[in-house]
Each structure stands twice: as C-alpha cells, then as structure tokens.
C-alpha cells in the first residue's frame, strides 16, 4: 500500500507571482500535485516516489518548464533546484522545538530533475554543512550515492487532454536496506520522517510545493515534515 502526499502550492508571494505570469491566483491554485511513496515488494528493495503535476489548461501546461527525459543526462548534477525539481526529504527522526538547539538530527536531500539528472545530499542538522553545493549523500570514500529511473519513468513524459489537463509523471527509485519491524533505511538512514517537494518553473518563476509550508517556504524545515506510514 502507498502513502499518497498531497502537495499544497506555497502562498508566500503568490499575488504578485500570478501577476508576473499574468493568472489569476485562484488558476496557480489550480495546479494539482501529488507524490505517492511506497517500498517495493521484492528485493532488490526501493523507495518508489511517484510524482505527478497535473496543470489545469494546455496553455498553462505549455508554459512549464519540463525537460523532456535525455538518458545522455543520467547521473549526478548540482543545483537543480535552479530549475524545475523533483525533491524529497528523509530522515530518522524530527526534534522537538525544546531541543533544537541542543539535539542534531541528520538527514537527506534527493533532487531530480525530469530530464534524467540527480543528487543525493547529506546533512547533520538543519542546512549544515551550508556550503553550496551541498555535500554530495556518499556511499564510501569515493562513491556517490545513486538512484534509479525505472522503464516506467522513462516512458512517461506526458500527455495532453485538450478537455481536462495536462499531466506530467516521473517515478524516482532509491535503493533501501530492510530492517526488523518493516522499517527501511536509506544509505543508513531510516526511513520515519519523509517530505516529498517540487519546485515547477513556469516562465521563469517559481512555484513550490509540498505537503506542508513554514513562512517563506523552507523545505528545509523538519516541524512541516510528516511520518512515513506503510
């Protein structure tokens, strides 16, 4: 069974973003996005994130920027959050507000992008190390960490209903490790917090989105994150 994630579109600036691109508020408001998270049933064993964004008219669709799939692109790239991104967060747990300044809580950072790039981060407390890029999710000494894109990824680009919307797809697997008590780990990281974000670029402005917001939006930020539920 899947978890499913309804991701909301930040309101921080929102009246003056929908007059760059010239919409209404209520037309950003329209655009549908949802992640659904589950672990795959036989080994070799994944996280499966499903992202889907569904624009309400072809126009608005034809203004996202949406990299179309490029397998010469697979591999590790920084800052993709410049550009339109697929992201997701993990980590063991979430501090309490009494404790953030005494307790670390490391975590993870996966960027996609739509046309086949990615990056694994690693943090050990909120956004630090800061430095830019972040540093890279390593498996040993001189090994990245790495994620897959199944057939089913690859295969699916988009596709236009000139009646109804428009959606665009991308399925993101990253290797686990199981445990005891169906719980999974991450490049060692077990999974108990996850937040699944994207950030869509449509003429050049960006909107984001995620289950929950701080203000500004901060995806960073762990007391918006919610339980990963099998």
Aim: hydrophobic share 35%; charged share 15%; with cysteine.
């Amino acid at each position: 069974m899947s978890q499913v994630f309804h991701l909301r579109l930040a309101t921080d600036s929102l009246a003056t973003k929908a007059q760059q691109l010239g919409v209404s508020i209520a037309a950003l408001s329209d655009i549908r996005v949802s992640v659904h998270a589950d672990i795959s049933q036989t080994s070799p064993f994944y996280l499966q994130l499903h992202y889907q964004i569904n624009m309400p008219t072809p126009s608005m669709a034809h203004r996202l920027e949406w990299p179309a799939w490029q397998p010469d692109k697979v591999g590790f790239a920084d800052y993709l959050w410049e550009e339109t991104c697929l992201e997701c967060f993990i980590s063991a747990k979430t501090p309490q507000p009494s404790t953030l300044a005494v307790t670390k809580t490391p975590y993870i950072e996966i960027n996609a992008s739509p046309d086949g790039r990615y990056a694994l981060y690693q943090f050990d407390d909120y956004r630090h190390p800061d430095t830019l890029p972040p540093p890279a999710l390593m498996t040993d000494l001189q090994t990245r960490a790495t994620l897959d894109w199944p057939t089913s990824s690859v295969n699916s680009s988009s596709g236009i209903n000139l009646t109804h919307s428009v959606d665009f797809e991308r399925y993101l697997h990253i290797p686990v490790t199981p445990l005891p008590y169906q719980r999974y780990a991450v490049y060692g990281t077990v999974i108990e917090y996850l937040h699944p974000c994207v950030i869509l670029w449509v003429d050049k402005t960006a909107l984001y989105f995620a289950p929950s917001h701080a203000t500004p939006p901060d995806f960073h930020n762990r007391q918006h994150w919610g339980q990963f539920v099998l």
